[in-house]
């Protein structure tokens, strides 16, 4: 029988955040979700605080006592895309804790999602409240595009698709652009979404209360909308998809032969709740991949399981454990984009 210990693994985005505990034998024993962990945005005192009763209620759920530390931890965050803050962020919790864990793996929620599905490599799509991709080769050269938050990027995200919605119809109510489609439908939603009922009434969500997460919902009553039909929502859907498809294409020309060459083409783990909307983004999506014919193939893929599980395999790894794996039960392939169409689209 193998020594027993534990792993474990952090998936934390902008408003939500998901543990994994791992035994010895790959064997999820708890999980345990909580508030978002992204420390740009809640700072890193309190990311630290938040990830340490994460592990303590984790340990808890799955009989772990709180003073036996994991073998591993695995931070995925949201907003840990440099090394230096990661650093500080990693020693903060060390010296704090010192029982929480004996190492750590810092790294942003793009690497960790992408090693719940590919051990070797491959790209993440990541459009959640925010957006962000990722490309892996099997040597380890890494390359990104976007992931700069909501003043500087995050096209494609739910936080994008509601704040455009926003700004389309304040435009056209003041004549600086007008809208595509008609407006009130989507004015209505916004109203009763914020619970207001003027342009002005608006500022205290965008500036006194501002709360990104709380903006990006709106993003949930755009898609209802849509799959109403409403020609404006879907509008706003087809452009957000044209943004994510460009993610890829900027990504495509830095991907290794190994990558391309696989069956499916190149693989993309798609992680976040926009996702779920994929049957109003993909004639923007598909549209824009047309665009670059050199992208032959590529297949979206998404997780049967939390991301949290892919960063404790890298902690796994980190301290050199070996934990049974198994990546080809945690995805699913949802849709395959064949230039020569030969499945079907």
Not at 3 to 32: C, M, P, R, W
Not at 101 to 116: E, F, H
Not at 127 to 134: I, R, V
Not at 225 to 236: E, N, T, Y
Request: overall charge negative.
């Amino acid at each position: 029988m193998s020594e027993k210990f534990y792993v474990g693994g952090i998936e934390g985005g902008a408003t939500h955040s998901t543990i994994a505990i791992l035994d010895q034998n790959g064997k999820q024993v708890s999980s345990v979700k909580s508030e978002g962990t992204n420390h740009w945005i809640i700072g890193m005192d309190e990311c630290q605080n938040r990830i340490v009763d994460l592990v303590n209620r984790a340990k808890s759920a799955a009989g772990i006592p709180l003073d036996e530390p994991l073998a591993g931890l695995g931070l995925s965050l949201s907003g840990c895309e440099g090394e230096d803050s990661n650093a500080i962020l990693e020693n903060k919790i060390k010296t704090a804790h010192p029982n929480l864990s004996k190492s750590y793996v810092v790294c942003s929620d793009s690497v960790g999602a992408l090693s719940t599905a590919e051990p070797d490599g491959g790209v993440v799509l990541i459009s959640g409240t925010g957006s962000n991709a990722l490309l892996i080769n099997p040597d380890q050269t890494k390359f990104g595009c976007g992931g700069r938050g909501h003043m500087l990027g995050d096209e494609g995200s739910a936080w994008w698709i509601a704040h455009r919605a926003v700004k389309i119809v304040l435009d056209d109510q003041d004549k600086l652009a007008p809208a595509p489609y008609p407006t009130d439908t989507l004015w209505t939603e916004i109203k009763n979404h914020f619970n207001v009922e003027t342009q002005t009434e608006l500022f205290v969500h965008y500036y006194n209360n501002f709360n990104k997460s709380f903006i990006a919902s709106l993003c949930l009553r755009l898609s209802k909308l849509a799959k109403q039909g409403d020609p404006l929502a879907l509008h706003i859907f087809t452009e957000a998809g044209k943004y994510l498809a460009r993610a890829i294409q900027a990504l495509y020309p830095n991907a290794d032969e190994i990558l391309l060459s696989r069956e499916g083409g190149l693989h993309v783990v798609c992680v976040g709740s926009v996702w779920l909307s994929f049957n109003l983004l993909q004639e923007g999506f598909v549209k824009q991949l047309q665009t670059t014919p050199q992208i032959k193939e590529i297949s979206l893929l998404h997780l049967n399981v939390s991301g949290a599980v892919g960063a404790a395999y890298l902690a796994s790894d980190h301290a050199n454990l070996n934990i049974p794996k198994n990546y080809k039960e945690n995805y699913s392939v949802f849709y395959n984009y064949d230039i020569f169409n030969r499945n079907g689209g």
